[in-house]
């Protein structure tokens, strides 16, 4: 009698933290003006470190999560560690497209989080959602992306500009921010969040030209539209619907 009641407390117990924590997890959008992009070490000597992408794919992918905030006005801060070492200065198509934006270059902090600087830069903007990428994911993106979550920021890491050594890093870094709290997403779904309505501003007319620099399925898609419509004719065999 007592032994099955306290077999079911047992369980009871085992599986409640989990449940209540699976029921946390509700749908966090991205709110435009309420977000901040930060760049962490995305620095050409890092960069080569990166092995779960391909070296194109990856400068693209970072190039395009520098590019997305200026797109919607977000601000954008950005850091490195240690530029003047082995780790490198950011690619210069990165600092152009952010000239006069905070830039913390920090001597020794390997959490970004760690340096005076990069907090007062990150707590002026006055925005509680953060929009992050970095290189390794499991260092510079996951560390800052947990230090974040400590203070009750809404986190965002972006999965297609965070790299590291190996897809087995990726997925663990990636699953600790998840456990954390951390909303792991690609570039499409940060910029179709963020717009909301293809009938906003930015929407279409913005978008269409983004992705047509750094989405190519997508600017494809819509090139092949916009010549159909053009200068389309279909084929006799084709079905029209
Ligand atoms: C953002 O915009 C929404 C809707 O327009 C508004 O309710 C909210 O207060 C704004 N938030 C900030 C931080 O400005
Ligand atoms: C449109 O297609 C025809 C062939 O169907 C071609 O001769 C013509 O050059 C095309 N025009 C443009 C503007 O692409």
Not at 14 to 37: E, G, H, M, W, Y
Not at 165 to 180: G, T
Not at 193 to 203: A, E, K, Q
């Amino acid at each position: 009698m007592y032994f099955p009641i306290s077999v079911l407390t047992l369980l009871a117990a085992l599986t409640l933290p989990f449940t209540a924590q699976a029921s946390d997890q509700t749908f966090t959008r991205l709110r435009k003006n309420d977000t901040v992009f930060l760049v962490v070490d995305h620095q050409l000597g890092l960069f080569s470190l990166v092995r779960d992408f391909a070296p194109d794919q990856y400068r693209n992918n970072i190039l395009a999560h520098a590019a997305l905030p200026k797109v919607f006005n977000i601000p954008t801060i950005l850091t490195t560690s240690a530029e003047t070492g082995p780790n490198g200065p950011l690619p210069r198509e990165i600092v152009e497209i952010h000239k006069g934006a905070p830039f913390i270059k920090r001597n020794g902090e390997v959490n970004a989080w760690d340096n005076a600087d990069f907090r007062a830069a990150v707590k002026a903007t006055g925005k509680k959602q953060i929009v992050l990428a970095g290189i390794t994911t499991d260092v510079c993106t996951a560390f800052l992306a947990l230090s974040l979550r400590a203070e009750e920021y809404e986190v965002f890491a972006n999965s297609d500009a965070s790299g590291t050594f190996d897809q087995r890093l990726a997925d663990e870094a990636n699953d600790r921010m998840r456990a954390a709290g951390v909303t792991t997403m690609g570039m499409f779904a940060i910029s179709m969040d963020l717009m909301r309505d293809w009938r906003n501003t930015p929407g279409t007319s913005e978008l269409l030209p983004f992705f047509d620099k750094y989405l190519t399925a997508y600017a494809f898609l819509a090139r092949a539209h916009g010549a159909a419509v053009t200068n389309g004719t279909l084929l006799p065999s084709e079905a029209t619907s």
